[in-house]
């Protein structure tokens, strides 16, 4: 019903930025909540931030908060990832997730019926 489709990965040094985005379609975007996770090799998917369907409200990760940001551009289908001050750490693969209800809360994985392939972010030293 939803397909997602990320971009904007890449190779970036320590400190540097980058914006992720995801394309939607296949339904009206305004009706489904959406949200970016990330996972590294060998650990288990991490939530990093959702948006509501407005794009009112948004959610952080605690590995997120004060460096990356969330919006939507439902006029675009597109939903965006800003990341700055990116660190070693946060080299992953990131994945864009939608749904149009979310029951326990948008960080968890389990509630997202749609997902994207993902685009890998690496962060050099």
């Known amino acids: 019903q939803v397909q997602l489709v990320e971009s904007g990965g890449g190779l970036v040094q320590a400190g540097g930025a980058l914006r992720l985005s995801c394309a939607a379609s296949?339904?009206?975007?305004?009706?489904?909540?959406t949200g970016w996770f990330r996972q590294a090799p060998g650990k288990e998917r991490e939530f990093v931030a959702a948006?509501?369907?407005?794009?009112?409200?948004?959610y952080y990760g605690d590995s997120a908060k004060g460096r990356f940001t969330i919006s939507r551009d439902n006029t675009k289908n597109t939903v965006y990832l800003q990341m700055n001050s990116l660190k070693p750490e946060d080299t992953a693969v990131y994945y864009c997730?939608?749904?149009?209800?979310?029951?326990?809360?948008?960080?968890?994985?389990?509630?997202?019926?749609?997902w994207g392939q993902g685009t890998q972010v690496t962060v050099s030293s």
């Open positions: 997730a939608a749904d149009a209800r979310v029951t326990a809360g948008p960080q968890s994985a389990r509630e997202y019926d749609y």
């Open positions: 296949g339904r009206t975007f305004s009706l489904y909540v």
């Open positions: 948006i509501n369907r407005s794009g009112i409200n948004t």
